[in-house]
């Protein structure tokens, strides 16, 4: 069984994360979301509400499960049996940063391999921070993230 983990911070998820979450779902076996928790950065949203969200956002993708993390993502996948880390690439400048961290996570366990997953074309200028940056400036992002985090944050603004 091919167990992939698609980590990040997802605060909040996007409708590029769905992209790359489904491409991912139709490859992989099973496919964990695991949202990042960093107890230094204050968040957006609060790690149990973005799991909440995407939990309702992924309902129709059976082999996919939602969890949350702490340390190290390698770590996490060691102790999920994951062969596959996936990181999701929206433009070339993404591509350096991702590299390295790939590079990294090899360093630590070279059995776990990073595949990199690019988004449809009509995603790659959403970002979670263009979402907040919308939103807080009384900006519609419907078309940018799933429903259950339009109505989330439509009630957030109330």
Sequence with gaps: ??????????????????????????????????VAHNASKKGFLTTEQRVELIKKSVQDLSNVEVDSFSGLTIEYAKKHNAQILIRGLRAVSDFEYEMQLSQANSALCSDIKTVFLTTKPEYNFISSSTIKEIWSNGGDVSKFVPSAVNEYLLQKRD
């Design 1 to 34: 069984m091919k167990i992939a983990i698609y980590p990040g911070s997802f605060d909040p998820i996007t409708m590029g994360h769905l992209d790359i979450l489904r491409n991912a779902s139709e490859i992989f076996d099973k496919v964990i979301i695991a």
